[in-house]
Antibody, heavy 118, light 107 residues
Framework: QVQLQQWGAGLLKPSETLSLTCAVY????????WNWIRQSPGKGLEWIGD???????KYNPSLKSRVTISVDTSKNQFSLKVISVTAADTAVYYC????????????WGQGILVTVSS | DIQMTQSPSTLSASVGDRITITCRAS??????LAWYQQKPGKAPKLLIY???SLESAVPSRFSGSGSGTEFTLTISSLQPDDFATYYC?????????FGQGSKVEIK
């Protein structure tokens, strides 16, 4: 059974860096793309980007200039950093994985609410 | 980006009703479409992938259809556990994009 558990700071000030990590338990870490997705009242669900076990990434062009996704295969973890956050980055952030390669997200983390406020 | 538009945004229905939610894509996505169910405070749950394939353990009252740009999610007989918000998502082209959601409320 695949489980994703995520953590990170939930309250940031404008211009700070958002940093979240997702640990994967169960299943194979290689052979999949590991995703970050966020959900805000204003923009709904938004795909941020993904990474595979070898570090190959894809990013949403709307966020690409501020986002870095990285992977630590020794710990079966992957991470998200978003620099220069603003109130518009306030959202629930989810890590997720397709159930099958090239598929939609079948496994999700519990979600973390990140609030950006001065 | 491919725009996904759902209708209706809100739907009021009773237990036992048959309901249908529509999702339209701004360009063809073949059948690379998923449907999710989300309840308050929870992550989305995958119901259907590839437009019409039922995810494991999802009740058979859920079904999906469509291809190209128009898709539907049908619940054949609404159950109390089905009152939630439903989202469609295309995974034909990056960036993945989602519909704005359709909330199914108790009538």
């Amino acid at each position: 059974q695949v489980q994703l558990q995520q953590w990170g700071a939930g309250l940031l000030k404008p211009s700070e860096t958002l940093s979240l990590t997702c640990a994967v338990y169960g299943g194979s870490f290689s052979g999949h793309f590991w995703n970050w997705i966020r959900q805000s009242p204003g923009k709904g669900l938004e795909w941020i980007g993904d990474i595979n076990h070898s570090g190959s990434t894809k990013y949403n062009p709307s966020l690409k200039s501020r986002v870095t996704i990285s992977v630590d295969t020794s710990k079966n973890q992957f991470s998200l950093k978003v620099i220069s956050v603003t109130a518009a980055d306030t959202a629930v952030y989810y890590c997720a994985r397709p159930r099958v390669p090239q598929g939609p997200a079948g496994y999700w983390g519990q979600g973390i609410l990140v609030t950006v406020s001065s | 980006d491919i725009q996904m538009t759902q209708s209706p945004s809100t739907l009021s229905a009773s237990v036992g009703d048959r309901i249908t939610i529509t999702c339209r894509a701004s360009q063809s996505i073949s059948t690379w479409l998923a449907w999710y169910q989300q309840k308050p405070g929870k992550a989305p749950k995958l119901l259907i992938y590839k437009a019409s394939s039922l995810e494991s353990a999802v009740p058979s009252r859920f079904s999906g259809s469509g291809s190209g740009t128009e898709f539907t999610l049908t619940i054949s007989s609404l159950q109390p556990d089905d009152f939630a918000t439903y989202y469609c998502q295309q995974y034909n082209t990056f960036p993945w994009t989602f519909g704005q959601g359709s909330k199914v409320e108790i009538k």
